[in-house]
C-alpha cells in the first residue's frame, strides 16, 4: 500500500495527509476481513503542486496493530519483514535474517546490498520477502500477454527466493476481466507442478542417521535422527560451544541426488555461517555443493550424482548449530546437448547426454515438442546437415526434464566462404594495430557520419572507446584487416553504446555485418561469416551521443574460443595519411 498519492490535495501538507491516509487505511482494513501482511511501498516524491511529503509512518502502524495485531508489516525497515533490495526477486546468496532495523527506514538509499543479505549481528528478527512480477511490469498490459515469465525464469526467482530463505511475492497484475490472465495461470501452475516434482519423495526421510557432533550423544533429545524425522518441532544440535560438525544420511540405495533442503530449528534463531553437501559415490566422498546461511530454508541444487550416502557439513556457525531438517531429493532428469558449433559448414554432429543413468532420451529436429513418439536417442553422435532447430526431454519413468534443452544449428554451404584478400603468410607493414579515425560533432546516427572530417588520426591495437577525443558527441572508425587462421565459420559479438556497425569482408554502404545503429544502451549483438583462412579487411564505425560510451568485439570459431580480438589478430597496410 503506497502512501504517495501526489495527486491528492493534501500531498505535501504533512499532519493533515497522513490523518487522511490512515484514515484511507483504516477503511481498507476494517470491512475485508483477516489480513495477515500489510505491504509499505517506501516511495515518495513530489506533488503537482512541488511539495514533497514526510510519512507518519508510526501512524500507519498503530492502525495496522489496532485493526489486525497478528498482521506482519513490510517496508524496508519492516518492524516485521523487510524488502529485499530489488524487484527481481532473488536474495543474497548470504541471508541473514536479522537487521539493525533502527537504521532505516522506508524508502532509504544506498542500503541494497545490507537489505539484500540482513546482517549477521542485527538487533531484530527481520526476515527477508522477495517481491517480483511475473511480467515485466507491476500493472497488467494487453501487449505483455506474450512476455509473462517462462518456467526457467521462474525456477531462477523460486531458488534465489525460497531456496534462500526469503518469502516469495509474486505479483499477477489482474486483467481487464478482473481475473489474471490464462497465460499468468498457466505459468505459474507449470511452476507448481515443478517443484512438486523436484520434491516428491525424500530420499533422507527416516533414513539412518549419524553426527561426529552431538549434544548430549546421538541416543539423547538432540539426536541426528531428528533433522529426518518429518516433525519441525524436533532438531539435531551440536555440542555446546562447537561451530562446526557433521550430519551423514545412509540412503536406502545408491540413489541420483541433485538436490538437499536444509532448515536450521529458527526458535533458537540463525547460526550456520557456512557450510557444504558431501555424497559418498563409487569413487568416495566427494563435495558437490557449498553454501552459507541456512536460516528457515536453504534449497542447495547441484548436478546429479549417483550416491548412497550424503554428509552435511558445519564448517562455521555462530553458536552450536541445529538442524531442524535435512531433505535429499532426486529431481526430475536433465538433457544436456553438447556441439564443436552452432553454425558450421556443410555438417557437424551433435552429442546429448542425460545426468542419470537408466533415463531415456527423446528428441526432434524440426522444433517441435519431443514426446516418448519421438526420436529415441540410442547414443552416439547426431549427423546435422541443414538449419536444425534441436529440441531434446528425457524420460525416467514417468518424470520428464523440467525443460526442454534446445539448440539452433545454422548451416553454411563450404562454397559460400568469404575469401581472404591476403595470404594467411602476408606481412602486413604495420602488424598489430589498426588506423582509428576520430570524429567530434553531435549526430544520433551514423548515416550522419559520411562527409565529415575526423579531427584526428590515430592507431589502436585493439576494439575500445580509448582513442576518442572526449567523452560526448564524439566518434570512430576502425580500418584494417582481421586475421582468420582456419577456413570455416565465426561468430562475432558487438557491444556498443550508443551506436556501431561492423563490415568484414568486402565494405558496401549501407550493407554492415552487424548494424548497430541509433541511441541505446549497452546492447550486444551477434552475426555468424563463414570466412576463409587469410586476411580479411575489416571496418568498425562507433559514436556516442551523450552519457556513458563503451565499445567491445568479441569473435569465436574453429580452434578459437569465444575473446576480444588481440593485436596479433590485426593489421594496418598503408600509411595513415
Known amino acids: 500500500l503506497s502512501p504517495w498519492d501526489r495527486n491528492n490535495p493534501l500531498y505535501g501538507t504533512g499532519d493533515a495527509y497522513n490523518r487522511y491516509f490512515a484514515e484511507q487505511l483504516r477503511e481498507v482494513l476494517t470491512n475485508y476481513g483477516p489480513v495477515f501482511e500489510v505491504w509499505f511501498d517506501g516511495a515518495c516524491g513530489e506533488g503537482p503542486n512541488g511539495k514533497r511529503q514526510v510519512y507518519d509512518f508510526p501512524m500507519f502502524h498503530r492502525v495496522v496493530r489496532d485493526l489486525h495485531p497478528n498482521a506482519c508489516i513490510f517496508s524496508d525497515a519492516g518492524p516485521d519483514v523487510r524488502w529485499i533490495g530489488n524487484e527481481r526477486g532473488i536474495v543474497g546468496e548470504t541471508n541473514w535474517n536479522s537487521l539493525n532495523r533502527d537504521d532505516f527506514y522506508p524508502g532509504i538509499p544506498g542500503r541494497n546490498r545490507e537489505l539484500n543479505e540482513g546482517q549477521e549481528r542485527g538487533t531484530h528478527w527481520l526476515p527477508g520477502e522477495a517481491d517480483v512480477s511475473i511480467r515485466p511490469g507491476w500493472y497488467y498490459h494487453a501487449s505483455q500477454d506474450d512476455r509473462v515469465k517462462d518456467l ?46 523436484i520434491l516428491q519423495h525424500d530420499l533422507a526421510a527416516g533414513r539412518p542417521t549419524m553426527s561426529d557432533q552431538t549434544r548430549g550423544g546421538d541416543n539423547a533429545d538432540f539426536a541426528s535422527a531428528h533433522a529426518t524425522d518429518g516433525d519441525s518441532t524436533t532438531y539435531w544440535a551440536a555440542e555446546d560451544g562447537a561451530d562446526t560438525a557433521t550430519v551423514e544420511i545412509e540412503l536406502a540405495k545408491p540413489s541420483p541426488v541433485d538436490h538437499v533442503v536444509l532448515r536450521e530449528f529458527i526458535p533458537l534463531g ?26 528457515n530454508r536453504r534449497i542447495v541444487q547441484f548436478p546429479a550424482v549417483m550416491a548412497n550416502r550424503i554428509r552435511i557439513v558445519i564448517e562455521d556457525a555462530r553458536s552450536s548449530p541445529t538442524l531442524a531438517e535435512i531433505g535429499v531429493y532426486s529431481g526430475p532428469p536433465n538433457v ?16 546429448l547426454s542425460g545426468d542419470r543413468d537408466g533415463a531415456r532420451i527423446f528428441y526432434t529436429l524440426d522444433g517441435r515438442e519431443p514426446t516418448t513418439s519421438s526420436i529415441r536417442h540410442q547414443g552416439g553422435g547426431i549427423k546435422i546437415t541443414a538449419n536444425t532447430h534441436l529440441r531434446a526431454a528425457a524420460w525416467e519413468g514417468d518424470r520428464r526434464s523440467l525443460a526442454v534443452a534446445e539448440a539452433y544449428f545454422t548451416r553454411f554451404d563450404p562454397d559460400s566462404l568469404e575469401p581472404a584478400v591476403h595470404p594467411i603468410t602476408w606481412v602486413a607493414s604495420r602488424p598489430g594495430l589498426l588506423d582509428v579515425a576520430c570524429y567530434e560533432g553531435g549526430w544520433q546516427s551514423l548515416h550522419d557520419l559520411p562527409g565529415r572530417t575526423p579531427v584526428k588520426i590515430a592507431t589502436a591495437d585493439r576494439i575500445s572507446i580509448a582513442p576518442r577525443t572526449r567523452d560526448e558527441h564524439c566518434g570512430l572508425v576502425f580500418e584494417g584487416f582481421l586475421r582468420i587462421r582456419e577456413s570455416g565459420v565465426y561468430q562475432f559479438h558487438l557491444t556498443s553504446d550508443d551506436g556501431s556497425r561492423l563490415s568484414i569482408g568486402e565494405v558496401r554502404e549501407n550493407d554492415a555485418d552487424i548494424d548497430h545503429d541509433g541511441l541505446h544502451g549497452p546492447i550486444e549483438k551477434s552475426v555468424s561469416l563463414p570466412l576463409a583462412e587469410g586476411w580479411h579487411p575489416m571496418r568498425l564505425e562507433w559514436f556516442n551521443a551523450t552519457g556513458d560510451g563503451s565499445l567491445s568485439l568479441e569473435f569465436e570459431g574453429p580452434g578459437v574460443p569465444r575473446r576480444a580480438l588481440r593485436s596479433a589478430d590485426l593489421a594496418a597496410d598503408s600509411s595513415p595519411e
Not at 518469502?167 to 505459474?188: M, Q, S, T, Y
Not at 550456520?272 to 555443493?289: E, L
Not at 544436456?336 to 552429442?351: H, Q, R
Open 152 to 197: 526457467e525464469q521462474l525456477m531462477e526467482i523460486w531458488y534465489g527466493s525460497i531456496g534462500r530463505g526469503a518469502n516469495l511475492l509474486l505479483n499477477f497484475p489482474v486483467d481487464r476481466r478482473g481475473i489474471v490472465h490464462e497465460n499468468d495461470a498457466a505459468a505459474v501452475l507449470e511452476l507448481r507442478a515443478a517443484v512438486d516434482s
Open 270 to 295: 540463525q547460526r550456520i555461517r557456512q557450510f557444504s553437501v558431501q555424497c559418498r559415490t563409487v569413487d568416495g566422498w566427494t563435495t558437490v555443493a557449498k553454501g552459507t546461511t541456512v536460516g
Open 336 to 351: 544436456v546437448i553438447s556441439a564443436p558449433e552452432t553454425s558450421f559448414l556443410g555438417s557437424t554432429e551433435v552429442y
